[in-house]
């Protein structure tokens, strides 16, 4: 089998894609109507294909077509359990349609799955300072709790020490 069709292979999740472990997110089609459409043809024969389900779940997003972004990475996440991308991904979309305690779900299932990645720290620090249904000053603690956890793991993570220099400045001013 030649380059190309291995390729293809792996792209389907036919190949050895499915056996290695889910550290980073497949490549995409930058272009979001034609990722869209590429993704939709695949899923027509091969439905349960994660790549595809990632690329159509990205491509709606960006389209901000949450409903259906949202049910492509719950399939996504059921097909493929391990790809903490797709998890931190679906709970950006639970956070947007307003299900926080969804969002904080899935992005805790994600860091279980990858305790290494600095965004997921980042999106459930802000999810805790967003939640109406919590308390200001108890999302604020929250947010400050989870950032110090992920420099706990990621020590050298500048995103995490600026987001926690800002928290304790805000939890100074009130």
């Not at 472990?21 to 089609?29: D, E, M, V």
């Not at 990722?35 to 709606?60: M, W």
């Not at 969804?102 to 805790?108: D, H, I, K, L, S």
């Not at 400050?144 to 793991?153: A, K, N, P």
């Amino acid at each position: 089998m030649g380059l190309i069709g291995l390729g293809l292979l792996v792209w389907l999740g036919l190949g050895v894609a499915n056996t290695v472990g889910l550290r980073q997110p497949p490549q995409l089609n930058s272009d979001v109507s034609a990722g869209l459409e590429e993704a939709n043809k695949i899923l027509e024969t091969h439905p349960r294909n994660f790549n595809a389900l990632y690329q159509r779940a990205v491509s709606l997003y960006t389209l901000n077509q949450l409903e259906m972004s949202g049910a492509a990475y719950q399939l996504a996440v059921e097909v493929e359990p391990r790809a903490w991308f797709a998890w931190n991904n679906l709970a950006n979309v639970l956070r947007d349609r307003g299900d926080f305690i969804g969002a904080e779900a899935a992005y805790t299932r994600s860091l279980k799955l990858n305790p290494r990645q600095e965004t997921v720290y980042r999106n459930l620090g802000d999810l805790y300072l967003l939640r109406p249904d919590m308390d200001r000053a108890y999302g604020r603690q929250l947010a400050i709790d989870i950032t110090r956890q992920g420099l706990g793991r990621i020590k050298d993570s500048e995103l995490l020490q600026s987001f926690l220099d800002y928290l304790m400045s805000q939890n100074d001013q009130g």
